[in-house]
């Protein structure tokens, strides 16, 4: 392994010289190369057979570089290497490095929450299993399987899930010292009062993610095995209620609607549909001839320079037919880039002996080999022109296609908004991010502030912020909505003031508008605020008053003449009500914490730790409450006296 030291500031590009003399240490060998900018932060990570000639074309080859790479490259100021002694261990190592330091021009895949995931928490003694729009956001041991294209089905099948097994029914227990209905009933093995040991019950979860791992077939032999040897040893009794497993579990196939008869191959099959913005992937996982998962992807696809118009390829489907006037990044590399980052999540286990690709990739031959190392068999990666194979890509690229085509009507309308709102404001460009405060407390206490933000007029929930309002004045009884939003503002934007050489052009941090939820007077205190950091001419913001939706300019003592039905002000109303429900989400989490401390507070001999340690076992107030000395004293840092003394405080 070799590593340059990261010490220059400027980037190399400005510095010939040093970019040379960068690029001849670099080894002709396959490995991994991580690009830093001027503040040492990684901004790109990619992977070689070659790794001198792949770092060197970024420095070469600029006119063939999509925009996106092109800005990254303005920006590097230094270029480090891990050499390896493989391909696939290059890709192995890309994928991990990516997914710890989750640079900003490695993202492809949008985190827009548009496709649902299915959790197990591994971490937990006893795991539980939900639906969720997040995703790596847990204990790293936890497990994700999707993201799933047919959330309905995809509910119908978790609740058949849990109809088949006995699993844990709520994510928190309804009562302290017994089980509830779903015990005696028994659609729940009473987790909540441990009457099913840790290790039993993961037993039964293991046959559930066997589900979504889409082994069904492997699962119903697994427990017929079980029913017949129950029915050895005369348990009849539990070889029917496995008979009723395996009955349910055909049932579920039987739900799937595509069916390749005479195939007992496991494949993956992968296609996409693309137009100048997005690509729409789909993913179809084929287990023994069924159809069992259906997984969706949405990537970014950036153009690059212009140079013409793309032609189809000899062997190209025609319903592949991307409609826009300059390359856009190769499909291949896409699909690429989405199945490595899909099989990087996945155990072993799932990995199909199949690919069918809709276009070739570009390190297919690396990517088969990293495949067929962690399956521990040979894993083969095609791209049918033929018969059934060639149909079954077809129907995956059909299904893209129709998921790119809601994709684009829902684009359309959040363009025509802010192309309308670019036009109401009379700004340059269309604000394709926008970000939105708003202030909530009661009479002064617990007070809060929310950022939202909005991409391409759609939330952006991985850039919402909470603020904790600092200002001494603002307390209980005496509030300043006006001193609060200068003080959230003047933290968001302080880094841009202390240093006035960062970025703002491109830099998708930096805001095309900010909206302030109010009228005149908080719109002034926010102008006042930026006006010191020297951020005003720079910055465009407006406020949206909440009576008669009027919008306000800096400086302009009245507001624009808008219609309420237009859709830039809808665009607005949208993200203003997006940033009051956040604030007051917020600040009810606070408040309701704090009530909680106050009383616990009374207590003496019980600080902060053991206040959070007592609510982390049981849950809440009312359960210590009820608590006898003894089980007060089975949590950690609470002995017999101090467990005595809760005890007293409660009962008098």
């Known amino acids: 392994m070799s590593v340059t030291a990261s010490t220059a500031i400027l980037p190399l590009v400005k510095d010939p010289e040093r970019l040379e003399n960068r690029l001849k240490e670099i080894p002709p060998e396959p490995g991994v190369y991580l690009m830093r900018d001027g503040s040492d932060r990684i901004v790109y990570i990619g992977k070689s057979k070659k790794l001198r000639s792949r770092v060197r074309s970024y420095f070469r080859d600029s006119q063939n570089l999509s925009q996106r790479i092109a800005l990254m490259v303005q920006q590097v100021a230094e270029i480090e290497f891990i050499v390896t002694d493989s391909e696939a261990e290059a890709l192995a190592l890309e994928a991990n490095l990516v997914k710890q330091h989750q640079p900003y021009f490695n993202v492809l895949l949008k985190d827009d929450k548009k496709y649902p995931y299915v959790c197990i928490t591994w971490s937990e003694d006893y795991p539980r299993i939900f639906i969720t729009r997040k995703r790596r956001l847990g204990n790293a041991k936890d497990r994700y399987y999707g993201p799933y294209v047919d959330v309905r089905l995809l509910r119908n099948t978790l609740h058949l899930v849990k109809r088949i097994f006995p699993l844990r029914q709520r994510p928190q227990p309804l009562f302290k010292?017994?089980?509830?209905?779903?015990?005696?009933?028994?659609?729940?093995?009473?987790?909540?009062?441990?009457?099913?040991?840790?290790?039993?019950?993961?037993?039964?979860?293991?046959?559930?993610?066997?589900?979504f791992q889409g082994r069904v077939q492997e699962l119903e032999d697994i427990l017929i095995a079980q029913m017949e040897q129950a029915a050895e040893v005369l348990n009849f009794e539990l070889a029917a209620r496995i008979r009723d497993q395996i009955k349910d579990l055909k049932s579920l196939n039987a739900e799937q609607k595509v069916s390749l008869p005479n195939d007992t191959v496991s494949r993956d099959a992968i296609a996409l549909a693309a137009d100048t913005q997005h690509a729409c992937i789909q993913l179809f996982q084929i287990r023994a001839g069924q159809l069992v998962g259906r997984l969706g992807f949405v990537a970014e696809v950036y153009p690059h320079t212009p140079t013409g118009s793309p032609t189809r390829r000899e062997g190209e489907s025609e319903s592949f037919s991307p409609v826009y006037s300059t390359p856009m990044i190769e499909p291949g590399a896409i699909l690429q880039r989405v199945l490595e980052e899909h099989y990087q999540t996945v155990e072993p286990v799932e990995i199909p002996a199949e690919i069918l690709v809709q276009h070739e990739l570009p390190d297919g031959e690396m990517l088969a080999d990293w495949l067929s190392e962690r399956k521990g068999r040979k894993v083969t990666i095609l791209a049918p022109q033929r018969q059934t194979k060639a149909d079954l890509i077809e129907m995956v690229e059909r299904n893209a296609g129709y998921e790119l085509a809601r994709l684009q009507k829902s684009g359309s309308r959040n363009a025509e908004a802010m192309g309308n709102l670019a036009e109401i404001l009379d700004l340059p460009d269309l604000p394709r991010r926008i970000e939105g405060y708003d202030i909530s407390h009661i009479q002064g206490s617990d007070a809060v502030a929310s950022q939202v933000v909005f991409v391409d007029g759609l939330p952006a929930k991985q850039h919402y912020r909470h603020y904790k309002i600092k200002n001494p004045t603002v307390t209980a009884g005496h509030s300043d909505d006006f001193a609060s939003l200068a003080e959230v503002i003047g933290r968001r934007f302080r880094k841009y003031a202390q240093n006035p050489q960062l970025q703002r052009t491109g830099n998708p941090d930096w805001p095309d508008l900010v909206m302030i939820d109010g009228g005149k007077g908080q719109l002034s205190a926010v102008v006042?605020?930026?006006?010191?950091?020297?951020?005003?001419?720079?910055?465009?913001?407006?406020?949206?008053?909440?009576?008669?939706?009027?919008?306000?300019?800096?400086?302009?003592?009245?507001?624009?003449?808008?219609?309420?039905?237009?859709?830039?002000?809808?665009?607005?109303?949208?993200?203003?009500?997006?940033?009051?429900r956040f604030a007051v989400s917020f600040h009810r989490q606070q408040r309701s914490e704090r009530m909680?401390?106050?009383?616990?507070?009374?207590?003496p001999g019980l600080g902060f730790h053991r206040q959070k340690q007592l609510l982390a076992h049981f849950r809440s107030i009312d359960y210590i409450r009820i608590a006898t000395p003894e089980q007060l004293a089975e949590v950690d840092g609470i002995g017999p006296r101090l467990a005595q003394q809760i005890y007293d405080y409660f009962h008098p």
Do not use: W
């Open 528 to 580: 006042g605020v930026l006006q010191e950091m020297n951020l005003l001419e720079d910055l465009r913001v407006v406020s949206l008053a909440k009576q008669r939706e009027e919008i306000f300019l800096p400086g302009e003592s009245l507001p624009l003449q808008t219609e309420a039905e237009q859709p830039g002000v809808q665009l607005l109303r949208r993200l203003r009500d997006e940033a009051h």
């Open 596 to 603: 909680r401390r106050s009383r616990l507070e009374e207590i």
């Open 177 to 211: 010292d017994r089980p509830c209905l779903n015990y005696d009933i028994g659609r729940c093995p009473g987790v909540c009062q441990m009457l099913i040991s840790p290790s039993d019950y993961r037993l039964t979860v293991q046959k559930v993610a066997m589900v």
